[in-house]
């Protein structure tokens, strides 16, 4: 099972010793969690994730240059072929970076209409819906992706937080989480925006991940 933590801002370095899969910059300018200046020296086996909302693709790919990015993920409205697009603009190299899309889900949500970025893609993230494209500290009913239809994987994200233990347990045991590959975390796990509680955060790793295999290594 994977771990994304994501808003990334002022201690990005205290993160390496929990060994995370994915650390995330948001790179949108309303954030309160708006990373700017120098990427810090993260080791090759984490990947770094810019986070954009409804950017030019032109400041993506230059930004996704500029810091070396892993992978883009997308979390306003962005269209398939905006998807497709920003594949084809990134694809140079021995490894292009990942593409995840960021969905808000809620009860009237179409699964269907994911369809099409399927392909683009390689990574979905289902996260609440909230005044913000993302890290407004709720969650949503995590038994809606029992009607997913997709073998895309997927994070789960959405108010995760120190006390979510238990019911992430439950979810894993459900048929709901059948492709899912990890979690993303970010507001709940601050001391302020941007700053992360490194112990909460290994406590939660310690109890959530203990012993886990990732499914995408299975």
Partial sequence: MKLKICGMRENPLEMLPLAPDYLGFILWEPSPRYFTGKMPEIPAGIKTVGVFVDAPLGEV???????????????????????????ELTREGDAPPEIIKAFGLGGDFVFPDLEPYADPCDLFLFDSRGPLPGGNGFGFDWSLLGAYPLEKPFLLSGGIGPDSVGKLRDFFRSPASAHCIGLDVNSRFEKRPGLKDVGALKKFKALVYGGQKSRTDE
């Fill in 61 to 87: 790919v230059e930004r996704t240059r500029e810091y070396g990015l892993s992978a883009i993920q997308l979390h306003g409205s962005e269209s398939p072929g905006y998807c497709r697009r920003l594949r």
